[in-house]
C-alpha cells in the first residue's frame, strides 16, 4: 500500500464504499489507467462490504470470491481506508476538492419497511438486519434480535431463502461456514415452523430456482406449497417448488411457501402474535411469534448531487443484480471516467490521500490492518467453522491497528 507523492500529476480517484462495486471498479480502474491513485473508503474497519456482511455464512465459495481483491490492496497506488464514514468523519465536499473522481459505491443498508398495519411492532424485524446480525456486523454489536417460534418470512427474494436456510440447518449442517455458533444459540430459538408469503406466483418470484432447489437439502425441513396456480410447470421456479413438494422429508420443521397471497397486517400489542394475508378472496391469520420482512432496501441517507461525483452497485441501480453483475457494470464505469480523465486536458494536479487530514488518516485502518483482523479471525475458529469473526468496532479496530498484541506499526496510513 501507497499512496502517490504530492508531485505526481496522475489522477487522484476516490471511491467510498468496499464492497462488490466498489473493488470491481477499483480493479478496472487500475488497469485502465495504471498510473492513477485509488483510493476506496470505508465507514468499517473491513473492506469488502456484504462479501463480509450479506453473503450467507454458509456460503463461503461467494464470500472468499472477495479474496481476489487483495492482489488489488497490494499493488501500488490503491489504498484502503477504513474505518471513515463520508459524510460524517469526512464532508463529501471535502473528498471532491482532494480527488479528481469521487464515486459513491455505499450500498442500501435499510431494510424497506413493510408498510402495513402493525409492521413496527417489536419482533418484525428486517431480513437485512438480522442477517447483518448473524453475520457479526459491528452496527448490530449491542442488538440481540431473538427469532423463535412461528417464523414468518415476507418476500420471495434470494435474500428471503437465505434466511429460511439460515434458520433451518442443524448446527451440524453450518460446519465449513463462518457462523458463529455462540450467537445462533442467543438468536435462534426452538422454530415450529417457517411461513414464507410471497405476492407473486411462482413465475414471478425474485428467488432462483438454484437457491430454492439448495432448499432441498435441508435435513429438518418438511416443505408444502400453496397457489401455484394452474401453470405449475412453466418455468424453472415453478418447478423448483413442485420439486421442493416431492422430496420434502418428514421433518420436524414445517416450511411452507404461501405464494400469491398479500400480507395485510399483523397483529399483536406488544408483540406479534399474528399475520393476516389475503389470497384470492379469502383472509387467513397465520401464528406469528417473528416477522422477517425481505422485500428489499432504501438508502440511508438521501446522496447529495456534486459536481465530479458519480454512483455504482446498489446505490446506482438499486438492490437488484447478484455480484457478479457489478463486474460487468463496474468495466463500463471504469471506461467513462477515463474517458473523461482524458478530455479534462487542463485539469490541475489535485492531492488525493496526501491532503486528507493526518488526524483522520491516523484513526483509519489500512489494508494491513485488515490482514490483521483476518489472521486473528482464523486462528482459532470454534469446531466446524473457518473463522470466528470479531463482532466489536472496537475489537476490530484495536487488532487493525496492533492494539494489545504484540505486533505495532504498519496499521494507520501514517
Ligand atoms: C443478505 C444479503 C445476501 C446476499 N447474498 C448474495 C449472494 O450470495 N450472491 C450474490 O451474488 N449477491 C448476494 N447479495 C447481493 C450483493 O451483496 C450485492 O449485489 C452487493 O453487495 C452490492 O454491492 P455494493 O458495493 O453496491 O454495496 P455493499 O456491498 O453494501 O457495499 C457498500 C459499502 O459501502 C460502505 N459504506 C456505506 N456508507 C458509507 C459511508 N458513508 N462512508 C464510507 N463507506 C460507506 C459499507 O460499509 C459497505 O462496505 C446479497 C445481498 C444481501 C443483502
Not at 36 to 43: G, H, K, S, T
Amino acid at each position: 500500500m501507497t499512496a502517490h507523492d504530492a508531485s505526481d500529476p496522475a489522477p487522484r480517484l476516490a471511491i467510498v464504499g468496499s464492497g462488490p462495486a466498489g473493488c470491481y471498479l477499483a480493479q478496472h480502474l487500475s488497469r485502465r489507467a495504471p498510473d492513477a491513485e485509488i483510493v476506496i473508503f470505508d465507514r468499517l474497519a473491513t473492506p469488502y462490504g456484504l462479501f463480509r456482511y450479506g453473503v450467507a455464512p454458509d456460503h463461503q465459495g461467494t464470500k472468499t470470491t472477495a479474496k481476489q481483491f487483495d492482489r488489488l490492496f497490494e499493488k501500488r497506488g490503491v489504498v484502503f481506508v477504513g474505518g471513515v464514514e463520508v459524510g460524517t468523519d469526512l464532508p463529501l465536499e471535502t473528498l471532491t476538492e482532494l480527488f479528481d473522481v469521487t464515486v459513491l459505491a455505499t450500498g442500501l443498508s435499510q431494510d424497506r419497511p413493510l408498510g402495513i398495519p402493525g409492521g413496527d411492532l417489536p419482533q418484525v424485524l428486517g431480513a437485512g438486519r438480522l442477517v447483518r446480525f448473524l453475520n457479526g456486523h459491528p452496527d448490530e454489536y449491542d442488538d440481540q434480535p431473538r427469532i423463535e417460534g412461528d417464523v414468518v418470512v415476507i418476500g420471495l427474494g434470494n435474500v428471503a431463502v437465505d434466511v429460511v436456510r439460515l434458520l433451518a440447518k442443524t448446527d451440524g449442517e453450518l460446519d465449513g461456514s463462518d457462523a458463529d455458533p455462540d450467537v445462533w444459540e442467543r438468536t435462534v430459538g426452538p422454530i415450529r415452523s417457517i411461513t414464507v408469503v410471497s405476492r407473486s406466483g411462482p413465475d414471478a418470484v425474485k428467488a432462483d430456482a438454484l437457491m430454492l432447489r439448495e432448499l432441498a437439502d435441508l435435513r429438518r425441513a418438511r416443505f408444502a406449497v400453496r397457489g401455484l396456480g394452474d401453470d405449475e410447470s412453466a418455468s424453472a421456479t415453478a418447478q423448483a417448488f413442485l420439486d421442493l413438494e416431492h422430496t420434502s422429508s418428514d421433518g420436524d420443521l414445517a416450511v411452507t411457501f404461501l405464494l400469491n397471497t398479500t400480507p395485510v397486517e399483523v397483529d399483536g400489542t406488544h408483540r406479534v402474535t399474528a399475520v393476516r394475508v389475503r389470497s384470492g378472496d379469502g383472509v387467513d391469520e397465520l401464528a406469528a411469534d417473528t416477522v422477517i420482512t425481505a422485500i428489499g432496501f432504501l438508502p440511508e441517507n438521501p446522496v447529495t448531487e456534486l459536481p465530479r461525483v458519480q454512483r455504482a452497485g446498489w446505490l446506482a441501480h438499486g438492490p437488484v443484480g447478484a455480484i457478479p453483475v457489478h463486474r460487468v457494470r463496474a468495466a463500463e464505469l471504469a471506461d467513462a471516467i477515463v474517458a473523461e480523465l482524458a478530455r479534462d486536458i487542463g485539469r490541475r494536479p489535485r492531492p488525493g490521500v496526501a491532503g486528507l487530514p493526518a488526524g483522520l488518516l491516523k484513526g483509519a485502518t489500512t489494508f494491513e490492518g485488515w490482514r490483521r483482523i483476518d489472521a486473528a479471525e482464523t486462528a482459532s475458529p470454534p469446531a466446524g467453522r473457518v473463522r470466528r469473526k470479531l463482532r466489536s468496532a472496537a475489537e476490530l479496530a484495536d487488532v487493525a491497528h496492533g492494539r494489545n498484541t504484540n505486533e505495532s506499526g504498519n496499521g494507520t496510513l501514517t
